[in-house]
């Protein structure tokens, strides 16, 4: 299910497994690295996916926010968490790779790739299930997170990450105040306008 | 007026971010307001289906990708104190472009230095010395003498005393002075000598002044452009070519004729 359900508030004990592997990482240990990657890779991996809406960017990019992690490690004071950190860079690594495709026309080929949009209609959306779907809602559900990437897509760069960072990642305000470097009050309402941007677009497809 | 005031709270309602008496006000607006409770549940519904957005599987090799780029990364750096990664490449081409541009300028601008013309334009400088003796001929043409300063052919009466006071006048500037070219023995053997000799830039112009008080130079030469240098170059290279008055057409010939065997 949703990337949510993997982000669980760190338990202390996860918080602390990860401090101990930072810190032999620091003293050059890569296998300590390696399992630092295997366990925050899925997270990761997603919000990259998310992000840019390819598999084949989505692990190239992943790569590079690694390998600019273990790069960086030795600046990591340990202030917040790693896994604030490992955001941190990925965000700014997603910029830059947003930007480069932009210039590249990279969402515009995507789109058009897509083919057609598949029409739904808004009482589909309302009849969404609450709990699990059944196997045919689930068809409709999988054609609705189609229209839902194709939307989230199009919304700008800031727009974007705050809304996957929340609502599919489930990170909470003071997250993303930390990983965005915005006070609450700026992350509330950039959330806000990023929900409406992403139900008009949505509410646009579907009428 | 309402309903805008509380679109604005649907972000905080669905978060749970309102406080008790706002969220009794807004729960109570969504029962009297259809179009209010319309667009909520809209955006509920969106926020339902970002939440259960399919998490995809990283790919099994992403980790041993990332790995080997780290070993790869430690192995360059083994050879290189400062990695080498295409994202500096075009800073280094740049660096490079920019580098040859100047060096072709640098080519371009014209020298102070005595600067040799090409081979086919060979201009003579010939003055009367003041005494009857002595005739100084300034070259500059490079051909078949190898030499990268002026040449400067001195034309003698008395070959021998001018020789021995020359030698020591050299002697007294010169860094390094070469021996007598043995590859061009026919000069030699006619009563003429090649001598390469290195000066200091800045003794250049004193040089030049010894070899007019011997009279082997006329005053005018002085203000040639053929022997003004630049006072901070390092050192300079004059070929000196003493010949016998009278023989000079023949000497040259050979000189310009001859080998040139550095």
């Known amino acids: ?207 | 007026m309402d309903c805008l005031k509380y679109h604005a709270q649907f972000t905080a309602y669905l978060d749970g971010d309102l406080q008790p008496e706002e969220r009794k006000a807004m729960e109570s607006h969504l029962k009297e307001c259809l179009l209010c409770y319309r667009k909520w549940h809209s955006l509920q519904k969106m926020q339902a289906v970002l939440s259960r957005l399919p998490d995809l599987d990283p790919p099994e090799h992403l980790s041993g990708l990332v790995m080997a780029r780290l070993r790869e990364r430690q192995f360059r750096q083994s050879f290189w104190p400062v990695a080498i990664t295409p994202r500096w490449l075009p800073l280094g081409v740049g660096v490079a472009a920019l580098l040859s541009v100047f060096l072709i300028i640098w080519q371009l601008v014209p020298s102070p230095l005595p600067v040799p013309a090409p081979a086919d334009q060979k201009r003579m400088i010939t003055r009367t010395g003041p005494s009857e003796q002595s005739v100084a001929t300034v070259k500059t043409t490079e051909r078949n003498l190898g030499s990268t300063g002026p040449v400067m052919v001195l034309k003698v009466k008395d070959f021998s005393r001018v020789n021995q006071q020359l030698e020591a006048m050299l002697r007294a500037f010169s860094q390094s002075m070469a021996q007598e070219r043995e590859s061009i023995r026919p000069v030699r053997s006619s009563s003429a000598r090649l001598i390469d000799v290195q000066v200091p830039g800045q003794q250049f112009q004193d040089l030049i002044r010894e070899l007019h008080k011997m009279g082997h130079l006329d005053p005018g030469q002085l203000d040639s452009q053929e022997f003004s240098s630049p006072r901070q170059t390092k050192a300079i290279s004059i070929r000196i070519i003493v010949v016998s008055n009278g023989k000079d057409t023949e000497v040259l010939r050979q000189v310009h004729t001859a080998p040139n065997q550095e």
């Open chain 1, 1 to 207: 299910m949703g990337t949510g359900s993997l982000v669980q508030k760190s338990s202390s004990a996860q918080r602390e497994e990860d401090r101990v592997l930072v810190h032999r990482c620091r003293s050059g240990d890569k296998e300590a690295f390696a399992r630092l990657m295997r366990r925050h890779e899925r997270q990761i991996y997603n919000f990259t996916y998310r992000m840019l809406g390819s598999e084949e960017e989505a692990e190239d990019l992943t790569q590079d926010i690694f390998v600019a992690a273990y790069r960086g490690i030795k600046g990591f004071r340990g202030e917040a968490k790693f896994s604030t950190w490992l955001y941190r860079i990925a965000l700014n690594q997603a910029r830059n790779r947003i930007k480069y495709l932009s210039r590249r026309n990279f969402f515009a080929k995507q789109k058009s790739r897509a083919g057609p949009a598949w029409k739904i209609s808004s009482e589909n959306l309302e009849a969404l299930p609450d709990s699990a779907p059944t196997p045919e809602q689930w068809t409709m559900t999988r054609d609705l997170a189609a229209q839902v990437q194709q939307c989230l897509n199009q919304l700008p760069h800031a727009a974007r990450q705050i809304l996957i960072l929340r609502d599919v990642q489930g990170f909470s305000y003071e997250e993303l105040s930390q990983m965005l470097s915005l006070n609450l009050g700026t992350v509330k309402s950039r959330l806000h306008r990023a929900r409406i941007a992403l139900q008009e677009c949505l509410t646009n497809r579907l009428e």
